[in-house]
């Protein structure tokens, strides 16, 4: 499986990326026209004159594409003059499709919560900023949010509420939820929504959440802001309470555990002569215990398809993607390097690992990661320096290549934590002696073994000591 991906991902690599083209000039000036002579109130009056200029292409894509000829100096004269204004005009736009995601789903929620299933969830996790009022949106913007719960089915069919009741909001009928770029996902089916494939994946997004709304059985919430308290803590609690409530009512003890409100009762756990009490904390015990782990770190297993995850993110959301401006492209494709830089750490023995890489120890790669943060922190006036002194008057070609040495920084990233995680299985399973060393003549099959307690061969970077050529690895 993970050679496959790696095949798929390199075949994609040398693809160029496509642009705006002459043929799609008269329409877009149209849609310019339009967002000018819109009147700010219904986003779904705009949104199908949009449809009806640009058929069979999700609206908002067509908005970026027309931003990205203005930046192009491709537009009309008349629309190039009045640009400014429809700026204006696409925040307002994208305000109110903020304004509709906000009530459609706690419209949604209402339906659910203090019912029997509704027990069973814990939150809705935001990423990014983008329902804090005071952060602004443009057609940059995306939405997406996911549904935390025990139960999975319920998660599905909450997912599923909550994007129709966004679309009935809007008065959206006959579009899609990715016509406004929002993207719904259910926990335990995060792979169908097609945004993380990869547990890695996964595992990345929540820790990197920006907003947690809680939700309470009693119908109540609570908002957690990345910058205030432990977000994966009260998550993680969030989720053992929800699992707790679905398990207890499935196996009639709810009411014995639960008050009116769906909190647990104080007295329940009260009884330590052997009686009711006891009888519940054992027979909940693999609960409470096991969702006291945080799950949030990166793991070792996870780490290679988590790289994976941002290779093929950087080809889906920013390679294969026309209507990028330079400095777009630039910042969104650098970000995946850092992340995939932490996640491939989480084993032990791979920051070695990559310090004798000779792909990852390269100064021409090494360097990128040192351009990825400074492109993380710079304002638009700082990036668009960066873009001229490393890709001059003429960027496209240059960010063509330099998508390409990421895709491949990437996927080396993922063979060495994938490396790693071998070596750790295989020395562990391992009989061991009374020293605590392996008993047999063991040997790394690859990567770290400075990690697990063997040596490096100095000809053979990331290659055991006695690796051979043509040896397996």
């Not at 640009?54 to 004269?77: F, H, K, M, S, Y």
């Not at 993110?313 to 995946?336: G, I, Q, W």
């Not at 299985?425 to 990690?451: D, E, H, L, Y």
């Amino acid at each position: 499986m993970l050679f496959t991906v790696l095949c798929f991902l390199s075949l994609h690599a040398g693809q160029p990326v496509a642009g705006v083209t002459p043929q799609d000039l008269p329409a877009l000036n149209e849609v310019g026209r339009a967002v000018l002579n819109w009147d700010g109130q219904s986003p779904v009056t705009l949104s199908e004159r949009i449809r009806q200029l640009v058929p069979n292409v999700p609206v908002i894509d067509t908005l970026r594409a027309l931003n990205l000829a203005q930046q192009r100096g491709q537009l009309a004269e008349d629309i190039r003059q009045q640009f400014a204004q429809i700026e204006v005009k696409q925040r307002t736009y994208q305000g109110k499709v903020r304004q509709a995601i906000l009530e459609g789903r706690q419209r949604a929620l209402r339906s659910w919560v203090g019912t029997p299933q509704g027990r069973s969830l814990s939150a809705i996790g935001d990423s990014g900023s983008w329902p804090d009022s005071n952060q602004p949106v443009n057609v940059g913007s995306d939405f997406d949010f996911t549904i935390f719960g025990a139960d999975v089915e319920v998660n599905r069919q909450v997912r599923d509420a909550c994007g129709a009741a966004i679309l009935e909001t809007l008065g959206a009928q006959g579009f899609q939820l990715r016509d406004f770029d929002v993207v719904v996902t259910a926990e335990g089916a995060e792979v169908e929504s097609h945004v993380f494939e990869t547990q890695g994946g996964i595992d990345w997004a929540r820790r990197n959440l920006k907003r947690i709304e809680l939700i309470y059985p009693d119908g109540k919430t609570r908002t957690i802001e990345l910058w205030r308290g432990d977000p994966a803590g009260e998550l993680a609690y969030a989720s053992m309470m929800a699992r707790l409530r679905h398990e207890a009512a499935r196996n009639g003890d709810y009411d014995r555990m639960f008050d009116a409100r769906g909190f647990l009762r104080e007295s329940v756990f009260n009884d330590t002569g052997g009686g009711q009490g006891q009888t519940l904390w054992e027979r909940y015990r693999p609960i409470l215990e096991g969702l006291g782990v945080d799950y949030f770190r990166s793991q070792t297993s996870t780490a290679p398809g988590g790289c994976l995850d941002m290779a093929r993110h950087l080809r889906l959301e920013v390679l294969d993607v026309p209507h990028l401006n330079a400095r777009t492209r630039l910042k969104r494709m650098l970000k995946y390097l850092p992340r995939a830089h932490t996640l491939a750490q989480a084993a032990p023995g791979v920051r070695q690992l990559i310090a004798d890489d000779p792909l990852l120890s390269d100064p021409a790669y090494t360097s990128l990661l040192s351009l990825a943060r400074a492109v993380e922190k710079a304002t638009p006036a700082e990036l668009d320096i960066l873009l001229r002194q490393h890709f001059g008057n003429y960027p496209d070609a240059g960010l063509q290549e330099l998508g390409n040495r990421l895709t491949e920084m990437i996927l080396r990233y993922s063979e060495v934590a994938y490396q790693a995680e071998i070596d750790r299985i295989t020395w562990r399973s391992q009989p061991r002696n009374a020293a605590g060393k392996p008993s047999t003549g063991w040997k790394m099959i690859f990567g770290s073994s400075r990690a697990w307690g063997g040596q490096l061969c100095r000809a053979c970077p990331g290659r055991p000591a006695n690796h051979r050529k043509g040896t397996p690895g």
